[in-house]
């Protein structure tokens, strides 16, 4: 595109051009404008994208400067994790008790660390029956927080807005079920920087992670394109 000087219609120079401050400088009348207006008028128009329903489980709260999202995990977490859970620990305390009770101690201490595993998923299973996670949006960073326990299968993060270069849903196995695999989707944000990481994991459909990434993306006015490795997206 050509900016031109609105006071005497001068052709400007790519060199007196400030593409950040959207100022430049003509150096036929010494005027110095503002062209953001020129800008958006050269500027093809963006593709209309229909905005997704907002999926039940999910609360957003959007303000001029800030966007806060609530996923009440109760709502929507995946009921796998909880039935591997309660199969997991039915399983390993059973034979713990029964190898106990005929005195074979050296093999208790040898299922130990599948005792710990089964603590572990009780705690995990007990996040994702009362916690919430919030996501709170600003210029300046993007916050995922879980309240009201902070458990390590999806622990506090906190990224610069500006470092965002695309959010995208991705699929991933979780185990099988009679035979047949079990999914689950997460958040995933592609950084300027290369790198890749994950905001939130665990749906149990897509429709969740489709529609907070949406809204992330029009708070941040990032503008979607595909991204390879994406779930359900054309060219990714």
Avoid at 141 to 165: A, G, T
Avoid at 211 to 220: A, K, M, T, W
Wanted: aromatic share 14%; charged share 20%.
């Amino acid at each position: 595109m050509h900016l031109h000087c609105p006071e005497c219609e001068s052709d400007i120079q790519a060199d007196d051009v400030n593409l950040v401050k959207t100022i430049a400088k003509c150096q036929t009348c010494n005027n110095i404008f503002e062209f953001s207006e020129q800008l958006d008028q050269a500027l093809p128009p963006a593709p209309y994208r229909e905005e997704l329903l907002m999926p039940p489980g999910i609360e957003v709260l959007k303000l001029m400067s800030e966007l806060e999202i609530m996923v009440n995990w109760r709502a929507i977490g995946s009921r796998f994790t909880l039935f591997f859970c309660l199969l997991w620990n039915g399983f390993i305390f059973f034979i713990t008790f029964f190898v106990a009770l005929a005195g074979q101690w050296p093999f208790v201490l040898f299922l130990t660390p599948f005792l710990l595993v089964g603590l572990y998923l009780i705690y995990s299973s007990l996040g994702y029956l009362f916690n919430t996670t919030y996501i709170t949006v600003n210029s300046e960073r993007v916050s995922i927080e879980h309240r009201p326990i902070n458990f390590l299968i999806q622990s506090d993060k906190y990224y610069h807005s500006s470092d965002i270069e695309q959010v995208f849903v991705q699929r991933y196995s979780v185990g099988s079920s009679n035979g047949n695999p079990v999914y689950a989707f997460s958040i995933v944000m592609a950084l300027k920087n290369g790198t890749r990481e994950t905001l939130v994991k665990n749906l149990h459909s897509d429709e969740y992670g489709k529609y907070i990434e949406q809204q992330i993306e029009l708070f941040l006015k990032i503008k979607d394109r595909p991204v390879k490795g994406e779930w359900g997206k054309k060219g990714s």
